[in-house]
C-alpha cells in the first residue's frame, strides 16, 4: 500500500480537509498595525495554523461565535464546542493587520473579517456553565478586551516548543500513523504524570484499536499543576520501560488549557480528529477543575451530538485503581471487591511521599516515574 492509501484509510479531519494556514513573512508586516495576543491566543493561532482546528481559518467571526456559545454548532452545522476568538480594545483600522506575542514578535497576520462586541457572562455561564471568576477560565474570559475581531490568518512564525522532537503538526501525526500502517488510533490527553490508573486505560483502549497517542497538552495550564518538562521526562521513561515501541507516539498538543470541563471534552476530541486519531479517551472529569463539574458531566455531553455527527469515536473510562484481590488493575466496572482492597492514593499524599523522597506502591506509581518526580521535587 502506498503512503497515500494509508492515509486515505485514517478518519477525516472535522470537515474534510486539513487546513493549513502557514504561510510567508509579507514584506509589508513592519508597517501595519498589530495586535497583541495573551499566550493563550498564541496557543490558539498555533493550532490554527497548523490544522488542529480544523475547519477553522481563523478566529471566529459572529455567526460561528453565537451559535458555538448557544448550539455547539458551527454557523454552518459542524459541531463545534468553544469559541476560538481574539479579544482587542478597539476595532483595528486597517483590512490586515499584524499579530503579535506579548514581546512583540510578529507571529502572523489577521484579514480582518469582522469586530464585533460580545458578553463575557453569557459566553461564561454557556461555555463554563458558571460565571464565577474563581473559576480559572472564567477569571481569564473576564479579564479579556471588549472586542471580538475575527478573520482568516496566515502564520509565518511558530511558537518554538520546548520540545522540538515532540512538535509534530496534525499532518505529521497522520503519516507516523500511516507509516505505521496504523487505521484505528486512540488518542489520550493528558496534562499530568501518568501513574498506573492512566497506563491501565491507555492499554486497555489500545488493546482495540491499532495505536495510541499519547498527546500531553503543553501549552498554559495551572500554575500548580506540573511542569511541562517533568510531565514529558515521565511520559519519556513509562514509555520506554512499558510500552511497545511500534504501538504508541507520543506528541506534544500545543493547547492550553481552558477548563471548561464538558464542553473542553468535545473539543479535545474534535482536535484529536484532525491529528488523526479515531478513538478518544474520556475518564471522570475531563478537563474540569474543582467541583465545577458533574463526575460524568464530560461523557454525557456527548450524547447531545448525533451519533456519528463528531465521527471521533469518545471511549468513556472510570477511575481505576490496583486491587489486591483481583491482583490486577481493575475499576469499579470490574471488580466487585470492597475499596479496602483497592490502592489509591489521593493527590495531596502522593506529593507528600515524593516531597519527603519515597516511592509511592509500585501498584500506584512505576518507580520510573516516581524516580523522575522525586527528583523534580527535590530541585
Ligand atoms: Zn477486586
Same mark, same amino acid.
Not at 286 to 295: I, M
Given at each position: 500500500m502506498t503512503m497515500l492509501a494509508a492515509e486515505e484509510r485514517l478518519i477525516k479531519p472535522h470537515g474534510g480537509q486539513l487546513v493549513d494556514r502557514t504561510g510567508h513573512r509579507p514584506d509589508n508586516v513592519e508597517a501595519l498595525e498589530v495586535l497583541t495576543l495573551t499566550s493563550r491566543e498564541v496557543s490558539d493561532l498555533d493550532l490554527l495554523a497548523c490544522g488542529?482546528?480544523?475547519?477553522?481559518?481563523?478566529f471566529m467571526g459572529r455567526e460561528d461565535y453565537h451559535s458555538v456559545v448557544e448550539?455547539?454548532?458551527?454557523? +454552518?452545522?459542524l459541531p463545534w464546542a468553544l469559541p476560538v476568538c481574539l479579544a482587542v480594545d478597539t476595532q483595528p483600522k486597517g483590512d490586515v493587520v499584524a499579530l503579535a506575542d506579548e514581546s512583540g514578535r510578529l507571529l502572523a497576520t489577521l484579514e480582518v473579517e469582522d469586530a464585533y462586541g460580545y458578553s463575557r457572562e453569557l459566553e461564561a455561564e454557556r461555555c463554563f456553565r458558571t460565571t464565577d471568576e474563581a473559576h480559572p477560565g472564567v477569571a481569564r474570559l473576564y479579564a479579556q478586551q471588549r472586542w471580538y475581531v475575527a478573520g482568516k490568518v496566515t502564520v509565518f512564525e511558530r511558537p518554538q516548543l520546548p520540545f522540538p522532537e515532540l512538535a509534530f503538526d496534525p499532518a505529521d501525526t497522520r503519516i507516523a500513523f500511516a507509516k505505521r500502517g496504523w487505521r484505528r488510533v486512540v488518542g489520550f490527553q493528558t496534562r499530568n504524570p501518568i501513574h498506573r490508573a492512566h497506563e491501565y486505560l491507555t492499554k486497555v483502549a489500545l488493546e482495540t484499536v491499532d495505536g495510541l497517542l499519547i498527546h500531553p497538552l503543553v +501549552?498554559?495550564?495551572?500554575?500548580?499543576?506540573?511542569?511541562v518538562d517533568t510531565r514529558v521526562e515521565c511520559y519519556r521513561v513509562l514509555v520506554d520501560g512499558y510500552y511497545p515501541y511500534d504501538r504508541v507516539l507520543v506528541s506534544a498538543f500545543p493547547a492550553a488549557m481552558r477548563y471548561a470541563g464538558p464542553r473542553e471534552a468535545i473539543w479535545h476530541a474534535i482536535c484529536r480528529k484532525n491529528y488523526g486519531c479515531s478513538h478518544f479517551i474520556v475518564g471522570r472529569d475531563?478537563?474540569?477543575?474543582?467541583?465545577?463539574?458533574?463526575?460524568y458531566d464530560a461523557q454525557l455531553i456527548f450524547d447531545e451530538f448525533e451519533p456519528h455527527e463528531l465521527d471521533i469515536e469518545p471511549m468513556f473510562f472510570e477511575h481505576s485503581f490496583w486491587c489486591r484481590k483481583c491482583g490486577s488493575m481493575a475499576s469499579t466496572k470490574t471488580c466487585p471487591h470492597d475499596t479496602g482492597e483497592h490502592v489509591v492514593l489521593s493527590g495531596t499524599k502522593v506529593r507528600e511521599l515524593l516531597a519527603a523522597g519515597e516511592l509511592p506502591p509500585v501498584e500506584f506509581s512505576r518507580p520510573e516515574v516516581a524516580k523522575v518526580l522525586i527528583d523534580a521535587y527535590r530541585s
Open positions: 488542529a482546528l480544523s475547519p477553522l481559518e481563523g448550539e455547539m454548532h458551527l454557523a +454552518g452545522g +501549552g498554559d495550564t495551572k500554575s500548580d499543576d506540573v511542569p475531563h478537563a474540569g477543575v474543582g467541583d465545577y463539574y458533574g463526575t
